[in-house]
């Protein structure tokens, strides 16, 4: 028997949540007892819950607009499972995957000394079917697309671990910040098994066009952000080039914003990277600016393919 919470953040996105949360009890199984958590991130639109009055869900409304990793800790201090399973509001666990899951983190040696497991969604990848990250494997992508957290909440609370948070970039996402530290303390059980189907049909999503663009300045400053975090907790040894990524990616986002100054201090720290990239980043800093965003845009399309 597993003993699940499924924590889910939400804001304006009402109809897609509540398909998120029946994709869940769709997992119903004499094997699993579930309770869903919502938190919902002080949404503009009418949250309906009614549909699911004799399921086992939790919902909170927060007072002011916090964000997604501070909401995620308001779940995960409310749930009460054994195991803490993460779902954007926006995406379904496939059917059936739940129990899999959890009967895969069970099986492996030692799995009380993992606070966290990574499965993968639908658009992630693991070289081989199962995989022990660290550090080392967040930094030089060895996980390819995106990843379900399943989390042993004793465990994960004890050590006193949480999603961590930067305020001033609120809107562009620092989830991989708490991976990457999460990973230089334990190693993480990541399985090559889609648990999570990743929709694209929202209608704003972190990851599009429109919202690079928009917040350009703040995934500069996720950049920087990163670029400091790794320095202050010795991790740049690790995979030098990480930096020179990050040092790299700024300097992008500081060009597409208007800072051309502020790019060409970050492309002149870059050491033996991505040569032909920093020479043309370089080069358009001298350039119109809707020139960059054109480039910058046809390479977010061509690696989004």
Known sequence: ???????????????????????????????????????DDCSLEKVDLSEFKWDNVVYKRLVRNIGPQEARNEGIALASGDWILMLDDDDEFLDGSVL?????????????????????????????DF??????????ETLHGDFTPV????????????????????????????WLYISSRFQIPAFDFHLVKVNADAPFRLTSYKNFIKNSLKFALQQD??????????????????????????????LVSGKRVLC?????????YKRLATFVVGTLSHMPIPLSKFFFRMHKMRISK
């Open 1 to 39: 028997m597993y003993n699940i919470s499924v924590v889910i953040p939400t804001y304006n996105r009402p109809r897609l949540l509540n398909r998120a949360i029946r994709s869940v009890f769709r997992q119903k199984s004499p094997q699993l007892t579930i309770e869903v958590v919502v938190i």
């Open 100 to 128: 899999q899951a959890l009967e895969k983190a069970t099986n492996i040696p030692d799995k009380e000394r993992y606070p966290v497991f990574f499965f993968a969604t639908s658009n992630g990848h693991v070289p081989s």
């Open 131 to 140: 995989q022990m990250i660290s550090a080392r494997e967040i930094m030089d």
């Open 151 to 178: 989390i042993q909440r004793k465990l994960f609370t004890q050590q006193l671990l949480r999603y961590l948070d930067y305020p001033e970039i609120v809107g562009v996402g620092c989830e991989h910040l708490t």
């Open 225 to 254: 952000i990163t670029i400091d975090f790794v320095k202050q907790h010795n991790l740049d040894y690790i995979y030098p080039d990480y930096l020179n990524k990050k040092y790299l990616g700024s300097a992008i986002y500081y």
């Open 264 to 272: 060409r201090e970050r492309l002149s720290v870059v050491r033996g």
